[in-house]
């Protein structure tokens, strides 16, 4: 198994255009997150989901967008970005039961920077 | 916001000494699970724990969970430089976890 797997490593934006970070799992778990973290400083969760189709807000959810078309696929979408955006993305995956919260398998991250 | 805390934020021990990470919650909590993150790498899961007064050891690290389900601590004796990194704690509800801010770990050797 791969695990968890997120594309591109880096990247470095300019100021308002857009881009797709891509993430996969081959573990078949139902859970898929998206964070961010900023230097020095913890995870924010900004959107996740818990299968197929359905996806729910997290804490910093502006200026992103997701989609979960497949059970392996979880892109994160940012539409205009802005340098606040500079940060590292982790993508993560977990199976639940829907009763309890389970273990996350995390993605090497993304390190993106807007210029 | 933020519903766990985490302290201390930052600590540098020698290599040998012992080091704890504690974090706290003002509402009790369903279950505490506690990753670690190497410098540079991604959160790696170390623990999950469930029961009021919980105690689980790996090794060195030893994890408790309060009798209030109310705050953790993860201790690890005798540091190694291996043992170097960012411990997080993160309360898990229904659908997600919320992490603290961590606790980054230096060991000098």
């Known amino acids: 198994n791969a695990g968890v797997t997120q594309t591109p490593k880096f990247r470095i934006l300019k100021i308002g255009q857009s881009m797709t970070l891509q993430c996969t799992q081959d573990m078949n778990h139902n859970y898929m997150y998206w964070y961010r973290q900023d230097p020095g400083m913890g995870l924010k969760l900004i959107y996740y989901?818990?299968?197929?189709?359905?996806?729910d807000k997290g804490e910093v959810p502006n200026g992103y967008n997701v989609s979960r078309s497949t059970t392996e696929d979880f892109p994160l979408r940012l539409e205009l970005a802005a340098p606040s955006q500079t940060s590292v993305y982790f993508c993560?995956?977990?199976?639940?039961?829907?009763?309890?919260?389970?273990?996350?398998?995390f993605g090497p991250g993304t390190r993106l920077t807007v210029l | 916001g933020q519903q766990v805390m985490q302290i201390p934020q930052y600590q540098h021990v020698q290599e040998g000494e012992d080091f704890t990470t504690y974090c706290n919650s003002s509402t009790t909590l369903s279950n505490i699970q506690w990753y670690k993150q190497r410098p540079g790498g991604h959160p790696v899961f170390l623990i999950q724990?469930?029961?009021?007064?919980e105690v689980k050891k790996q090794k060195r690290l030893t994890f408790q969970f309060g009798e209030a389900k109310k705050n953790s601590s993860l201790h690890i004796t005798a540091t190694q430089t291996t043992d170097v990194g960012t411990y997080f704690c993160a309360e898990g509800g229904y659908n997600k976890l919320i992490f603290g801010a961590g606790t980054r770990l230096a060991v000098h050797p």
């Open positions: 993560a995956s977990s199976y639940s039961d829907y009763s309890t919260t389970d273990t996350q398998y």
């Open positions: 989901s818990v299968g197929a189709g359905i996806t």
């Open positions: 724990l469930v029961k009021s007064g």
